[in-house]
């Protein structure tokens, strides 16, 4: 068991610096808040998930959402916000943003905002590990 006086300590180390840190860059980009904290195989295979399941939503021709005119539509927003820096790539080169009817298209739309919405998960797990309400 940890005495109060090294869970104290433990308590002080983890709020030094800017704690928010793990938090946007693991917003960002996939993996990067776990990779900032020293999780290295958590860091790799959340990056791997999540842009592995962009990538797939994106090659079954599914939609990046751009507007909210429908509540789902900005639901679907708000999901596809969640894979940060990919978002604004696939917005600024056009990913995702052709019309097309194929059966895969619903699916992955759904892959890429899953793909999100995994994301934000994995940047506020960096985040509770960094100010140590999970532990290490």
């Not at 709020?15 to 790799?44: D, S, T």
């Not at 960096?126 to 309400?133: E, M, Q, S, V």
Request: aromatic share 8%; hydrophobic share 50%; glycine share 14%.
């Amino acid at each position: 068991m940890a005495t109060a006086s090294t869970r104290n300590s433990a308590g002080q180390n983890s709020q030094r610096g800017f704690v928010y840190l793990p938090l946007i860059a693991g917003w960002l980009v996939p993996g990067l808040g776990h990779f900032l904290l020293r999780k290295w195989i958590r860091g790799a295979l959340l990056a791997a998930s999540v842009i592995g399941m962009f990538a797939l939503g994106l090659l079954m021709k599914g939609k990046i959402y751009t507007g909210g005119q429908e509540i789902l539509d900005l639901l679907g927003m708000a999901g596809d916000l969640g894979n940060g820096l990919l978002f604004l790539a696939a917005r600024t080169f056009g990913w995702g943003a052709e019309h097309v009817q194929v059966t895969t298209a619903d699916y992955g739309t759904k892959f890429i905002v899953v793909a999100g919405l995994l994301n934000v998960i994995a940047a506020v797990d960096a985040h509770n590990l960094r100010t140590g309400r999970k532990p290490l």
